[in-house]
T-cell receptor, first 112, second 113 residues
Framework: GQQLNQSPQSMFIQEGEDVSMNCTSSSIFNTWLWYKQDPGEGPVLLIALYKAGELTSNGRLTAQFGITRKDSFLNISASIPSDVGIYFCAGGPNNAGNMLTFGGGTRLMVKP | DSGVTQTPKHLITATGQRVTLRCSPRSGDLSVYWYQQSLDQGLQFLIQYYNGEERAKGNILERFSAQQFPDLHSELNLSSLELGDSALYFC????????????FGEGSRLTVL
């Protein structure tokens, strides 16, 4: 089946620092989604990308759909303590009937 | 608030028992998805329903079953529970059946003792 490699698995950063995480796949995706999950909560959609090369921002978050359609990255600028959580990427395959594939998550910890 | 409602939020039960988790999708959404998240793990797709019909199946055990009712709410039934079934179970919904943005509920945390 399709595999998504998300890295890094975890990050411990200082408040104010920028953060970058990415997902890579061996398969082509038509859609890339980025979610954030707070402890004990459900994942919340942050950014959705639908076109290769697309760069989309949501406040301090910026995500890009890789040109090869096999990768995506998420940047968080000027991190704050409430950015703490697990960030998941999800890829939507070419076949609309197939399911989203989720990455393993990046656990972000921010030191005030 | 995603608009997806899941009950119960927490459930503690014993091995061998059966439980039912309930999900109400966002208003207007016809697709309901169930995911399992074990401790510190990613999201494992279990099953999808669209407008009352099973649409896709993932790594769902035979001891688990689900259905979507005419009012579009869905239930996930877990039977002959084992310790390893302890996990967060998420429901997600979207308007269509094709792959795309999913909106997740807050989850039901199941603990099997």
């Amino acid at each position: 089946g399709q595999q998504l490699n998300q890295s890094p698995q975890s990050m411990f950063i200082q408040e104010g620092e920028d953060v970058s995480m990415n997902c890579t796949s061996s398969s082509i995706f038509n859609t890339w989604l980025w979610y954030k999950q707070d402890p004990g909560e459900g994942p919340v959609l942050l950014i959705a990308l639908y076109k290769a090369g697309e760069l989309t921002s949501n406040g301090r978050l910026t995500a890009q759909f890789g040109i090869t359609r096999k990768d995506s990255f998420l940047n968080i600028s000027a991190s704050i303590p409430s950015d703490v959580g697990i960030y998941f990427c999800a890829g939507g395959p070419n076949n609309a009937g197939n399911m989203l594939t989720f990455g393993g998550g990046t656990r972000l910890m921010v030191k005030p | 608030d995603s608009g997806v409602t899941q009950t119960p939020k927490h459930l503690i039960t014993a091995t061998g028992q059966r439980v039912t988790l309930r999900c109400s999708p966002r208003s207007g959404d016809l697709s309901v998805y169930w995911y399992q998240q074990s401790l510190d793990q990613g999201l494992q797709f279990l099953i999808q329903y669209y407008n009352g019909e099973e649409r896709a199946k993932g790594n769902i055990l035979e001891r688990f079953s689900a259905q979507q009712f005419p009012d579009l709410h869905s239930e996930l039934n877990l039977s002959s529970l084992e310790l390893g079934d302890s996990a967060l179970y998420f429901c997600a919904s979207r308007i269509g059946w094709a792959t795309g943005e999913l909106f997740f509920g807050e989850g039901s945390r199941l603990t099997v003792l």
